[in-house]
């Protein structure tokens, strides 16, 4: 099954605000990691100031929906302005079906991060589609 998420970025004070919504929700984290858990070889990116910062999080608000988010910044090559701070995460359960969104948001739109498999278990990737909108898509390696 294929769904739709929201995922917001941060300039920093991420934690601060999943713990507002963990209260607002009345829901405990499913995930949190940050930075400074990131394997070296991938690290050589990020700064180590922000070993701290939230690199995930996700914190499930309702049975369908988790709401995720992380910190970023200039400084990880992302500078975090009002409208750009939210996209919106596809999970898959197949590379094929992954593969299949992430081409057709790429029509005419810009590839931030090519689809790959990555650290934590999953065929990732980023867009930014021709009308602008920030989507993530993913599938699940550790399921399949």
């Known amino acids: 099954m294929t769904t739709v998420n929201p995922y917001l970025t941060f300039n920093g004070n991420c934690e601060e605000a999943f713990n507002f919504y963990k209260e607002v929700f009345g829901s405990d984290f499913q995930y949190v990691g940050r ?10 990116n990020f700064p180590t100031e922000g070993d701290k910062k939230i690199m995930h999080i996700s ?3 309702s049975k369908e929906t988790i ?3 992380c910190d970023s910044s200039e400084t990880f090559g992302q500078a ?3 409208g750009n701070n939210i996209s919106l995460a596809i999970n898959t359960d197949s590379k094929e079906s992954a593969d299949k969104i992430f081409d ?11 689809m790959d498999e990555t650290f934590w ?8 589609d021709k009308f602008g ?3 993530t898509v993913s599938a699940d390696l550790k399921a399949s």
């Open 104 to 114: 057709g948001l790429c029509v005419g739109g810009q590839i931030k991060m090519p």
């Open 67 to 69: 709401l995720m988010g």
């Open 35 to 44: 930075y400074k858990d990131m394997p070296a070889a991938d690290r050589e």
């Open 59 to 61: 914190l499930p608000i």
């Open 133 to 135: 909108i920030h989507w």
């Open 80 to 82: 975090i302005t009002f």
């Open 121 to 128: 278990g999953a065929y990732f990737g980023v867009v930014t």
